[in-house]
């Protein structure tokens, strides 16, 4: 933090700040007359007394907010409740003289601190681009995430970038771990994350340390939490609560200090509901939530994340732009694969068109939705009269067939999706989206 910038009259207050951060080589530029909008220099800390200008304070803090909003501002007074007109928005934080006198630098550090995180988090994660209001919102919940210890629950759709918002969570540590929960078979998640002693189980020749002590220090990813078996989420609930880890076959524990970033695409309340995860997990895991929504929910993002998709794989000398043709297909899409999909889309487009505009014949969108789409579209357009009622008949009773096969096969697998999806070669949660989509309640399966 190169300068700090002390806006007050000469007076006790502003000669002890003034000592204080001298005695430790600040820089610091004192203002003894309020300022014009235009004069107000940008630096990364302003100390403002709100009892010099009173008449002022509203307006100026206001300017000093619009101009520089990355400036960190510390506000005090002797009663600092007189000024309860001024927003909380206007200041990052808000001390009496008392409390200044007593804290002031500590304060300085938590604001240094916040400030060296903003960098971090603007130079590193500078890739989560769009403009909507979700995605606002997302980027200050992230923000102010990055400084806290807490868990955090990223909950959201396949595709959407849960693991890049867990990434910048996670920025200010050296170490991040990734666990995907869904690719651990059930009988090794002890031993994967906590680690065992050797003669712990058969085939433990030697000892290892888990996923957890290897984190310790930094950040741990669980992605796909929703798939953790329920002997492991006990564990993971000792971990959260005392900090400490056991390895496999070992009678001593370990501290661990970790930070615990989790995500899911699944919604956990009804998993808690169906018994498949534990209600006190969720409620340690979900102290920071974020909700990332789905790309059609925010359409107004693809065009930054096209562009970004572009500056990003677009060849040495190449310069390709988007049409507008090309942006309206994009925007009328729906984007089941989320951000995943658009990726590919531009990747594909890139490989496939000379550099220049991109126009929406070089947006070759081919999901399972739109191959669907054009086939209902294209029957409906040369067909007689009675044929789309006909097709349609014909596509039920697929769709019929094809829920009474999946029904047999989950019975046949005593209502484990798991090994269901494992039999028919698929992802869980593909599965799961087939079911939903087919109307199939597995609720009522077990049961």
């Known amino acids: 933090m190169a300068t700090i910038n002390l806006f007050a009259k000469d007076n006790a207050t502003s000669s002890f700040i003034q000592d204080v951060l001298s005695s430790v080589d600040y820089q610091i530029d004192i203002f003894r007359d309020t300022p014009t909008a235009d004069c107000i220099p940008q630096v990364p800390l302003v100390i403002w007394d709100?009892?010099?200008?009173?008449?002022?304070?509203?307006?100026?803090?206001?300017?000093?907010?619009?101009k520089s909003p990355d400036t960190l501002i510390l506000v005090y007074a002797e009663a600092p409740e007189r000024f309860s007109e001024i927003s909380n928005k206007l200041y990052d934080s808000i001390l009496s003289?008392?409390?200044?006198?007593?804290?002031?630098?500590?304060?300085?550090?938590?604001?240094?601190?916040?400030?060296?995180?903003?960098?971090?988090?603007?130079?590193?994660?500078?890739?989560?681009?769009?403009?909507?209001?979700?995605?606002?919102?997302?980027?200050?919940?992230?923000?102010?995430?990055?400084?806290?210890?807490?868990?955090?629950?990223?909950?959201?759709?396949?595709?959407?970038?849960?693991?890049?918002?867990?990434?910048?969570?996670?920025?200010?540590?050296?170490?991040?771990?990734t666990v995907n929960c869904s690719a651990i078979p059930d009988n090794l998640f002890e031993s994967e994350l906590f680690g065992h002693t050797r003669g712990a189980f058969t085939g433990a020749q030697n000892e290892r340390i888990g996923l957890f002590e290897a984190a310790d220090g930094g950040a741990i990813f669980l992605d796909e939490i929703g798939d953790m078996?329920?002997?492991?989420?006990?564990?993971?609930?000792?971990?959260?609560?005392?900090?400490?880890?056991?390895?496999?076959?070992?009678?001593?524990?370990?501290?661990?200090?970790?930070?615990?970033?989790?995500?899911?695409?699944?919604?956990?309340?009804?998993?808690?509901?169906?018994?498949?995860?534990?209600?006190?997990?969720?409620?340690?895991?979900?102290?920071?939530?974020?909700?990332?929504?789905?790309?059609?929910?925010?359409?107004?993002?693809?065009?930054?994340?096209?562009?970004?998709?572009?500056?990003?794989?677009?060849g040495t000398g190449e310069h390709y732009t988007l049409s507008a043709g090309a942006l309206q297909?994009?925007?009328?899409?729906?984007?089941?694969?989320?951000?995943?999909?658009?990726?590919?889309?531009?990747?594909?487009?890139?490989?496939?068109?000379?550099?220049?505009?991109?126009?929406?014949?070089?947006?070759?969108?081919?999901?399972?939705?739109?191959?669907?789409?054009?086939?209902a579209s294209s029957i409906a357009e040369s067909a007689p009269e009675k044929a789309p009622s006909r097709y349609e008949k014909f596509r039920q009773m697929q769709l019929e067939q094809e829920r009474e096969f999946l029904l047999k096969v989950i019975r046949e697998c005593n209502g484990s999706i798991r090994e269901a999806a494992?039999?028919?070669?698929?992802?869980?949660?593909?599965?799961?989206?087939?079911?939903?989509?087919?109307?199939?309640?597995?609720?009522?399966?077990?049961?």
């Open 329 to 375: 297909k994009m925007q009328g899409y729906d984007w089941p694969g989320n951000i995943r999909e658009l990726e590919n889309v531009i990747q594909r487009a890139l490989c496939f068109t000379s550099a220049g505009v991109l126009q929406p014949e070089d947006i070759q969108i081919d999901s399972a939705n739109s191959k669907e789409s054009s086939q």
């Open 50 to 66: 709100l009892d010099s200008f009173p008449e002022y304070n509203l307006q100026m803090l206001k300017q000093l907010r619009e």
């Open 229 to 314: 078996p329920l002997h492991a989420q006990v564990k993971l609930l000792r971990v959260l609560q005392s900090k400490e880890i056991r390895p496999l076959g070992s009678n001593k524990t370990k501290h661990v200090d970790v930070r615990i970033i989790a995500a899911t695409n699944r919604d956990l309340q009804q998993e808690i509901s169906e018994k498949r995860f534990r209600e006190d997990l969720f409620y340690r895991l979900n102290v920071i939530p974020m909700q990332i929504s789905p790309l059609r929910d925010r359409k107004e993002d693809i065009e930054d994340l096209a562009n970004y998709f572009i500056h990003t794989y677009q």
């Open 97 to 177: 003289v008392e409390s200044l006198k007593l804290h002031l630098m500590s304060q300085i550090a938590k604001l240094k601190e916040i400030h060296t995180a903003r960098k971090i988090f603007s130079e590193r994660m500078s890739h989560l681009v769009g403009k909507s209001e979700a995605m606002q919102q997302l980027r200050k919940t992230v923000e102010r995430a990055i400084v806290h210890t807490g868990p955090v629950l990223i909950q959201g759709e396949t595709g959407v970038g849960k693991e890049l918002i867990a990434r910048a969570v996670g920025c200010m540590y050296e170490k991040f771990v």
């Open 422 to 447: 494992k039999q028919l070669g698929l992802f869980r949660t593909a599965l799961y989206n087939r079911l939903n989509h087919l109307g199939v309640n597995i609720k009522e399966i077990r049961n």
